[in-house]
């Protein structure tokens, strides 16, 4: 079998069947899709076991209710295709997503493939995702920036199941934020060769209640997450051959994704201080990391205003 498609589930109902049909309606069908309910308490998990009667390509994996990186992991070690995909239970893939893999796979041989991911708003509009870098195979020893440039989430990649199992240690954190980002950014540098592709095969279905738009207990759960990236480099002893990606790669999710994600709610004040403190106590030279020097004026200017604590200044920008 050549995928095994691997789909989180809880309280999704109302989202779970656009989700499941645009697996089942892929025009490649050497898959498997695995929906891990992760206790759902809406009817979602029935709606799960009716999908696995219909149709035996779905296998339907329950567990007590313990975060999408759990529910990834349970389902991870049930998994039976050569390679593994993850999609939200509110996402869905393009049609012909997987027959796209199918065909990189047989020109590349990699162990990995990112892929662009496309937004839809609320109203059904499609957000084009910017143009993205394209390239590999090549790995992270060959080219360390593709640490920072390559897909950080769960979604909007493909890893070689045999990754997972030659590596055990290396799979989802048990946080509600950066459970993926703890995975993707060490797996990647398990994986020999990777590939970065042009095509949006991923969409992303922006929705208020969504599980990633962020929250207070959020912007602690990254930095635990950076915290595992870090330690586990360590323990590999690859610290210091990729400590200006880590740099960069800790102050992109903790200043610049984090903070901004957290920075219009209710008391954000304390969280952004200690996302501040996080950085300048591991990275105190970070403004001299060579990616950092590079990134755009504007995202420089908004890590001067954090450093600075004008939280206020930095609501009214945005």
Known sequence: MRFSVIVPVYDTREYLPDAVSSVLGQSCGDF????????????????????????????????????AGAARNRALDAARGQFVLFLDSDDTLVPDALERLDR??????????????????????????????????VGLSQDPSILLRWGAGAGGALWRRALFESRPDVRFGPWRAGEDLYMTRRMLAVAEKAVALPDPLYNYHIRSESATQGSLDGGRDVMKAL??????????????????????????????????????????GPVLDALRAYIK?????????????????????????LDMGLYAVLRLKK
Request: net charge negative; glycine share 8%; charged share 30%.
């Open 281 to 305: 106590a591991r990275f105190p030279d970070y403004r001299r990391n060579k990616y950092v020097r590079a990134w755009p004026l504007g995202r420089r200017v908004n890590l001067l205003l």
């Open 32 to 67: 498997e899709l695995i929906l891990s309910d992760d206790g759902s308490t809406d009817g979602s998990a029935a709606l799960c076991d009716r999908y696995a009667a219909q149709d035996g390509r779905v296998r339907v994996l329950h567990g007590p209710n313990a975060g």
């Open 104 to 137: 990189e796979i047989d020109r590349t041989g990699a162990d990995a493939y990112f892929f662009r991911i496309r937004r839809i708003t609320a109203a059904g509009q499609s957000v084009q995702p910017p143009e993205a870098e394209t390239g590999g195979p």
């Open 227 to 268: 915290d595992g990236i870090l330690d586990w480099y360590r323990r590999e002893g690859l610290y210091e051959r990729y400590e200006p990606e880590l740099c960069a790669l800790c102050v992109l999710h903790a200043l610049v994704y984090a903070s901004w994600r957290v920075l219009d709610m209710p008391d954000s």
